[in-house]
C-alpha cells in the first residue's frame, strides 16, 4: 500500500488525485486547512478503495510542515508519494492588482512547493526511493499576458521541479511537474483580480476544458509512475507547446496581437472611471 501525501487535497484537483490513488489502495494524508473539505475528501477516499487521515496544514509556515514531517514519521516511518498541489490564482497585469496579491500567491504556490520538497526529500533519500509531484501549470510553459504573478510562481515550480528531477536521480527518487491548462474545478472561486473581466474569461474557458479534474488527476498518475519529468495532460496544451517551440514566431506575433486587446479595454476601464 502506498503512503502518499497531498496538499490541497480538500477541493478540486487535490481531491481528484487522492482518489485516484484511493483507486490503488493508497494510504492518503489529507493535508489542507480546510477541515469540512478535507473530511469529505476522507470519506470519498475510503468508499473509492482506500484509507487516509487528515492534517491540518498551511503550506507557508515551516513550523506546520515539521510538525507534519514528524507525523508522518510516527504513523508510517516513511512516504512513498509526496503532491505538493495547494495553491492559488491571480489574474493582472504587472503593474494592476494589489502588491500583497504577489507575497500570497508567492507564499503559497511556489513558496508552499518548495517548502514541501526541503521537508520530505531528506526522508526519501534516507529510504532511497520515493515520487514528488509539485503541481505548476501550463502557465507556467506559455507565459500568456494579463497573469502576471500566477505565470511567475508556476514557471518557478516548473524550474524547480526539473531541478530535483536531476539533483535526485541517484537516489531512486523520480519527479514530476504537473503543467494542466484550465480545466473544470474551483480555483476561480478565490482568485484575485482587479479586472472583472478576467473572472468572465475564466469561468468562459473553464466551461469549455476537454478535462475535467478526475482526468487531469489519471493523466497526472500515469506520468507520476512513469518518472516523467513534465506532465502536460491537455491535448490543446501540448499543441501550444509545440508551436511555441518550433514555431515561435507564430506564438510571439498571437501573443503580441493580444497585447492591444489588454491595452483597448484598460484605456475603456479609464474612461469608464
Request: with cysteine.
Amino acid at each position: 500500500m502506498k503512503r502518499v501525501l497531498i496538499t490541497g487535497a480538500a477541493s478540486g484537483l487535490g481531491r481528484a488525485l487522492a482518489l485516484r490513488f484511493a483507486q490503488e489502495g493508497a494510504d492518503i494524508c489529507i493535508a489542507d486547512i480546510n477541515r469540512e473539505g478535507s473530511e469529505e475528501t476522507l470519506k470519498l477516499i475510503g468508499e473509492a478503495g482506500g484509507s487516509g487521515w487528515i492534517a491540518h496544514l498551511d503550506v507557508r509556515v515551516p513550523e506546520q510542515w515539521e510538525a507534519l514531517r514528524n507525523d508522518v514519521e510516527e504513523r508510517w516511518q516513511g512516504l512513498d508519494v509526496l503532491v505538493n498541489n495547494a495553491g492559488v490564482a491571480t489574474g493582472d497585469r504587472v503593474d494592476a492588482g494589489e502588491w500583497d496579491w504577489w507575497e500570497w500567491i508567492i507564499d503559497i504556490n511556489l513558496k508552499g512547493v518548495a517548502l514541501g520538497c526541503r521537508t520530505f526529500t531528506p526522508l526519501m533519500k534516507k529510504q532511497n526511493s520515493g515520487y514528488i509531484m509539485n503541481t505548476a501549470s501550463l502557465a507556467g510553459l506559455m507565459i500568456l499576458p494579463s497573469m502576471a504573478s500566477y505565470n511567475v510562481t508556476k514557471a518557478g515550480v516548473i524550474a524547480l521541479s526539473e531541478t530535483m528531477y536531476y539533483e535526485l536521480h541517484a537516489y531512486n527518487i523520480k519527479v514530476t511537474a504537473l503543467c494542466p491548462g484550465f480545466f473544470r474545478t474551483n480555483l476561480n472561486k478565490t482568485m484575485k483580480t482587479s479586472d472583472p473581466s478576467m473572472l468572465k474569461f475564466v469561468d468562459k474557458v473553464f466551461e469549455k476544458s476537454e478535462l475535467d479534474a478526475s482526468e487531469v488527476a489519471d493523466a497526472a498518475y500515469k506520468s507520476l509512475m512513469k518518472g516523467e519529468m513534465i506532465c502536460n495532460p491537455h491535448p490543446i496544451g501540448r499543441k501550444a507547446v509545440f508551436v511555441k517551440k518550433y514555431l515561435g514566431w507564430l506564438f510571439r506575433w498571437k501573443v503580441k496581437q493580444a497585447s492591444f486587446d489588454l491595452r483597448r479595454r484598460e484605456e475603456e476601464a479609464k474612461k469608464r472611471a
